[in-house]
């Protein structure tokens, strides 16, 4: 079983920063490309921020020179750091997996549970 386990959500004010992870688990070989989507209430879900295993990235733009997804190869983990936030970044935030080898197995298009974001006064 394969599990992506987010944390790092919580209330910010505005201008504040907040650092999400995402932890992948069980039996894994490799992961391809790793992202953070996020989810506003009455919104369809967008993406934020994605990086390739080989560390190339690619943002959303409305986020670009305020977020960096970085990531840890050996650890199976994914980092969103925040800065410079605003309301309009209130959200649940997804953590996905395109593509993932376990065991002989590769798998596709994983999500996690989601993590809510808040920036308010």
């Known amino acids: 079983q394969v599990q992506l386990v987010e944390s790092g959500g919580g209330l910010v004010q505005p201008g504040g920063s907040l650092r999400l992870s995402c932890a992948a688990s069980?039996?894994?070989?490799?992961?391809?490309?790793m992202g953070w989507y996020r989810q506003a209430p009455g919104k369809q879900r967008e993406l934020v921020a994605a990086?390739?295993?080989?560390?190339?990235?690619n943002y959303g733009d409305s986020v670009k020179g305020r977020f960096f997804i970085s990531r840890d190869n050996a650890k199976n983990t994914v980092y969103l750091q925040m800065n410079s936030l605003k309301p309009e970044d209130t959200a649940v935030y997804y953590c996905?997996?395109?593509?993932?080898?376990?065991?002989?197995?590769?798998?596709?298009?994983?999500w996690g549970q989601g993590t809510q974001v808040t920036v308010s006064s």
């Open positions: 990086i390739t295993s080989s560390g190339s990235t």
């Open positions: 069980g039996n894994i070989v490799s992961i391809d490309t």
């Open positions: 996905n997996v395109d593509r993932l080898r376990r065991g002989v197995v590769w798998l596709r298009n994983l």
